[in-house]
């Protein structure tokens, strides 16, 4: 009787999984698209709170917060009802540095915070897409609320989830003083200015920390 190709040709062992020299480059090409894009940010940040490698004198304007506090410790949310810590996920293609004005009723000083957050934001030219503005006022004047379409349009108005209390850091105390939170891509917020601050302050933190990280 003929043989048939099919009888004389072994048959092919069934498809094995990945050879641990794949999965070792698999996990060496996973290790490397983490480092290009979250190892510069994690390197601004530790050089930003430890001195290491930054330039001789440089000093930072705001007051840092030691240990960072995570965004989710605040309980805010979009007026939609959307988490804000949502913003600062790992799976965000887009992350951002957020300046958030808090204070309770909006007075003079509080208006001082949220046009100095504008101009420093602007200020950073090519950069200011890197940084969005926000706020959590515990009320305003008529007067700046008919201004504010206008004025502070791309400022987003945040608020508290319902039953909670925001945890601020230490040193910030909305109700008796106005003040701007610095939020880092990764949801920490990481510094705070108030009046005795300029706009010059928060530029001159902005830009160094955009020089640093690659992310945001």
Same mark, same amino acid.
């Not at 039953?163 to 106005?178: D, L």
């Given at each position: 009787?003929?043989?048939?190709?099919?009888?004389?040709?072994?048959?092919?062992?069934?498809?094995?999984?990945?050879?641990?020299?794949?999965?070792?480059?698999?996990?060496?090409?996973?290790?490397?698209?983490?480092?290009?894009?979250?190892?510069?940010?994690?390197?601004?940040?530790?050089?930003?709170?430890?001195?290491?490698?930054?330039?001789?004198?440089?000093?930072?304007?705001?007051?840092?917060?030691?240990?960072?506090?995570?965004?989710?410790?605040? @309980?805010?949310?979009?007026?939609?009802?959307?988490?804000?810590?949502?913003?600062?996920?790992?799976?965000?293609?887009?992350?951002?540095?957020?300046?958030?004005?808090?204070? @309770?009723?909006?007075?003079?000083?509080?208006?001082?915070?949220?046009?100095?957050?504008?101009?420093?934001?602007?200020?950073?030219?090519?950069?200011?897409?890197?940084?969005?503005?926000?706020?959590?006022? @515990?009320?305003?004047?008529?007067?700046?609320?008919?201004?504010?379409?206008?004025?502070?349009?791309?400022?987003?108005?945040?608020?508290?989830?319902?039953?909670?209390?925001?945890?601020?850091?230490? @040193?910030?105390?909305?109700?008796?003083?106005?003040?701007?939170?610095?939020?880092?891509?990764?949801?920490?917020?990481?510094?705070?200015?108030?009046?005795?601050?300029?706009?010059?302050?928060?530029?001159?933190?902005?830009?160094?920390?955009?020089?640093?990280?690659?992310?945001?």
């Amino acid at each position: 009787m003929t043989m048939t190709m099919a009888n004389r040709i072994p048959q092919r062992e069934e498809a094995e999984g990945p050879s641990p020299e794949q999965i070792r480059r698999g996990r060496r090409t996973a290790i490397l698209l983490f480092s290009l894009g979250f190892g510069p940010m994690i390197l601004a940040t530790v050089m930003f709170y430890t001195g290491w490698l930054n330039p001789a004198g440089h000093t930072n304007q705001g007051v840092l917060i030691t240990p960072a506090v995570q965004v989710a410790d605040l @309980g805010l949310e979009t007026l939609s009802g959307e988490p804000l810590d949502r913003r600062f996920s790992a799976a965000r293609t887009d992350p951002q540095w957020l300046l958030v004005v808090v204070a @309770g009723e909006c007075d003079n000083r509080c208006e001082e915070l949220l046009y100095l957050s504008r101009q420093a934001n602007i200020a950073l030219g090519k950069n200011a897409s890197r940084v969005s503005r926000a706020a959590v006022l @515990g009320g305003i004047t008529g007067d700046l609320a008919a201004r504010w379409p206008t004025e502070y349009r791309l400022m987003e108005r945040l608020v508290p989830a319902p039953g909670t209390t925001p945890a601020w850091p230490a @040193g910030i105390n909305p109700e008796k003083e106005p003040r701007i939170m610095l939020i880092d891509p990764f949801g920490n917020v990481m510094m705070h200015y108030g009046p005795e601050n300029s706009g010059k302050d928060m530029l001159k933190d902005l830009k160094h920390l955009l020089k640093l990280s690659q992310v945001g």
